[in-house]
């Protein structure tokens, strides 16, 4: 399994969307964690299903578009293949477990932290890329140091406290470090997916595994029985979310905005962006995701510490990404001379002057 792929060229490069749908993308996940952490009662795995059973639902009608769309450029035999259906159980499970650590997280962290630590999948993807001799930018290089020194930084803040949940700033971090594989690795399964597959397609399909990896684990590791979980109750029921109290939060604010926009966007910048440089986009969340769990009341202020090392990690995001442009481009001029080559070497070939000549 070829890992360096964690660098693969998307299948469409409009810039200018790609920035868009980032900027839409990171207001959207940043906000998930503020109102997944306002209803205590709710464990994570039950409204880990409500979310995904609802998206999914939202989904199916973009999916049939999406595919009546694009049928003419796919090529079924790789749809339906062994490869393809690995990528995309791997993503699924890569992310619902990075998922659940994250969440941990931020129950003893501030959202800073935790978003932070949880998105520094880039460095992990450099890194592997750099070990199996696969081709890194040197601003790629220079812009994962900074990051490093960035988190090093963020990771003295001592002085932030949640305010609602007690703080262990440490265990949180930890919890954060954790995720930030997992998260990694399901760009990678996810990137290569989406090069066979529609990004929604692909999407939908993940948020139908996640959904049936937190029913397993009902059924599975718990004494909980049918009747409960086949009911509407807020903390086992597969349909809870269809309670007054919580059908406009997970119908529609988790399900919908955040599910879509939100957590869809960790798949569909995968078209525009290589999954290096979409883990490290992932890193500019604090700024939005703080600022909300100050608002909400969930988070106090950041440190200084704080401040000063998100403010370093953009400095080293902006040269990943500026490396992988750069990486992209020289591919594509590279590229372009091996076909000029390859067409003068024919034409010399096939030259009849040539012929009489020799």
Not at 20 to 31: D, K, P, R
Not at 112 to 121: D, E, F, R
Not at 236 to 241: S, T
């Given at each position: 399994?070829?890992?360096?792929?964690?660098?693969?060229?998307?299948?469409?490069?409009n810039?200018?969307?790609g920035?868009?749908?980032?900027?839409?993308?990171?207001?959207?996940?940043?906000?998930?964690?503020?109102f997944?952490?306002?209803?205590?009662?709710?464990?994570?795995?039950?409204?880990?299903?409500?979310?995904?059973?609802?998206?999914?639902?939202?989904?199916?009608?973009?999916?049939?578009?999406?595919?009546?769309?694009?049928?003419?450029?796919?090529?079924?035999?790789?749809?339906?293949?062994?490869?393809?259906?690995?990528?995309?159980?791997?993503?699924?499970?890569c992310?619902?477990?990075?998922?659940?650590?994250y969440?941990?997280?931020?129950?003893?962290?501030?959202?800073?932290?935790?978003?932070?630590?949880?998105?520094?999948?880039?460095?992990?993807l450099?890194?592997?890329?750099?070990?199996?001799?696969?081709?890194?930018?040197?601003?790629?290089?220079?812009?994962?140091?900074?990051?490093?020194?960035?988190?090093?930084?963020?990771?003295?803040?001592?002085?932030s406290?949640?305010?609602s949940?007690?703080?262990?700033?440490?265990?949180?971090?930890?919890y954060g470090?954790?995720?930030?594989?997992?998260?990694?690795?399901?760009?990678i399964?996810?990137?290569r997916?989406?090069?066979?597959?529609?990004?929604?397609?692909?999407?939908?399909c993940?948020?139908f595994?996640?959904?049936?990896?937190?029913?397993?684990?009902?059924?599975?590791?718990?004494?909980?029985?049918?009747?409960?979980?086949?009911s509407?109750?807020?903390t086992?029921?597969?349909?809870?979310?269809l309670?007054?109290?919580?059908?406009?939060?997970?119908?529609?604010?988790?399900?919908?905005f955040?599910?879509?926009?939100?957590?869809?966007?960790?798949?569909?910048?995968?078209?525009?962006?290589?999954?290096?440089?979409?883990?490290?986009?992932?890193?500019?969340?604090?700024?939005?995701?703080?600022?909300?769990?100050?608002?909400?009341?969930?988070?106090?202020?950041?440190?200084?510490?704080?401040?000063?090392?998100?403010?370093?990690?953009?400095?080293?995001l902006?040269?990943?990404?500026?490396?992988?442009?750069?990486?992209?481009?020289?591919?594509?001029?590279?590229?372009?001379a091996?076909?000029?080559?390859?067409?003068?070497?024919?034409?010399?070939?096939?030259?009849?002057?040539?012929?009489?000549?020799?």
């Open positions: 399994m070829d890992i360096s792929e964690g660098t693969v060229a998307p299948k469409q490069k810039l200018t969307e920035i868009i749908l980032a900027g839409i993308g990171l207001v959207f996940a940043s906000s998930l964690p503020v997944l952490n306002m209803y205590d009662d709710v464990p994570i795995p039950t409204f880990g299903i409500w979310r995904y059973f609802v998206t999914c639902i939202y989904c199916v009608p973009i999916s049939i578009l999406v595919w009546m769309r694009n049928k003419a450029d796919i090529i079924i035999s790789e749809v339906f293949s062994y490869q393809t259906a690995l990528n995309i159980l791997l993503g699924s499970c992310f619902t477990l990075g998922s659940y650590v969440i941990t997280s931020t129950h003893y962290t501030i959202l800073a932290h935790s978003i932070t630590l949880c998105n520094s999948g880039g460095l992990f450099i890194a592997v890329n750099l070990l199996v001799c696969s081709k890194v930018h040197k601003a790629e290089i220079f812009g994962a140091i900074i990051v490093i020194c960035g988190i090093a930084v963020l990771l003295q803040d001592h002085s406290v949640k305010k949940r007690s703080t262990d700033i440490l265990k949180g971090d930890l470090l954790a995720a930030m594989p997992l998260y990694a690795s399901s760009y399964f996810n990137a997916a989406c090069k066979v597959l529609p990004s929604m397609i692909v999407f939908h993940f948020g595994i996640q959904m049936s990896i937190y029913i397993t684990y009902y059924v599975v590791f718990t004494d909980v029985s049918w009747t409960l979980l086949l509407r109750d807020i086992y029921g597969f349909f809870g979310w309670t007054p109290e919580y059908f406009v939060l997970s119908a529609v604010i988790i399900s919908f955040l599910g879509i926009f939100g957590v869809g966007s960790y798949i569909f910048l995968l078209d525009y962006f290589s999954p290096s440089v979409v883990a490290s986009l992932f890193l500019l969340q604090p700024f939005v995701g703080q600022i909300l769990g100050v608002l909400f009341g969930q988070d106090g202020m950041p440190g200084g510490f704080a401040y000063f090392g998100a403010s370093i990690i953009t400095i080293g902006c040269l990943i990404i500026k490396g992988n442009t750069l990486k992209d481009k020289e591919d594509v001029e590279l590229e372009i091996q076909d000029v080559e390859m067409t003068d070497k024919s034409l010399l070939a096939n030259d009849p002057e040539k012929d009489i000549l020799t």
